[in-house]
């Protein structure tokens, strides 16, 4: 079956410290993949896309990997901050699939001060 | 400002009460859609749209109609909610997103069924 898995617990690290969160896919061809923020009863905020032909993506403190073998992608914030607090969503579409957007359940991130 | 807004945003109802969730985007966006929100699910799809009068269903139709007569308005329409349609809903609008194109989300309508 197709699956996106994020890490369901809790990431729980120290102010200053790099987050890096999890989004492992299994039986899907992705196009691109793209990462959103979540914060409590908002709706999801755009941070970063990464396509299949590329390995990294970059933007101030945050840095997407995307590995097609392995078929996992990682998302990392640099000295991180309370402010980061949130739970991040990733997301892939499908090649071919232009209507649809699959997500997984999302990493709740807490960065103690 | 660029925004996706949804009305209300935060409905308690009962159970065979037809209800309407409004959703409008002010960014010219082609294509829309709605999501529901539940613990451990995380978000799935339940229509979509890729234009105007251009309608599909997305993982979860049942129980869900939505039309779109012009580009900015996207309802999404029950018409006899039952309590396990008792979730958190976005609307979603993006410009191109088979290009990658990101997706803006309203801020979320909070639906209790009784």
């Known amino acids: 079956s197709q699956k996106i898995e994020q890490n369901s617990e809790a990431l729980n690290i120290q102010e200053g410290k790099t987050a890096t969160l999890t989004c492992n896919y299994t039986?899907?061809?992705?196009?691109?993949l793209q990462w959103y923020r979540q914060d409590p009863g908002r709706g999801p905020v755009f941070l970063l896309l990464i396509r299949e032909n590329e390995k990294e993506k970059r933007k101030e403190r945050l840095k997407v990997t995307f590995d097609t073998t392995l078929k996992q992608s990682l998302f990392h914030i640099t000295a991180s901050q309370p402010a980061d607090s949130a739970t991040y969503l990733c997301a892939l579409r499908k090649r071919g699939a232009t209507n649809k957007l699959i997500f997984g359940t999302g990493t709740l991130l807490a960065v103690q001060p | 400002e660029a925004q996706v807004t949804q009305n209300p945003r935060y409905l308690i109802t009962v159970t065979g009460k037809k209800l309407t969730v409004t959703c409008s985007q002010n960014m010219n966006h082609e294509y829309m859609s709605w999501y529901r929100q539940d613990p451990g699910l995380g978000l799935r799809q339940i229509y979509y749209s890729m234009n105007v009068e251009v309608t599909d269903k997305g993982d979860v139709p049942e129980g869900y109609k939505v039309s779109r007569k012009e580009k900015r308005n996207f309802p999404l329409i029950l018409e006899s909610p039952s309590p396990n349609q008792t979730s958190l809903y976005f609307c979603?609008?993006?410009?191109?997103?088979?290009?990658?194109?990101?997706?803006?989300f309203g801020p979320g309508t909070r639906l209790t069924v009784t």
């Open positions: 979603a609008s993006s410009k191109r997103p088979g290009q990658g194109d990101e997706q803006y």
């Open positions: 039986n899907y061809s992705p196009a691109y």
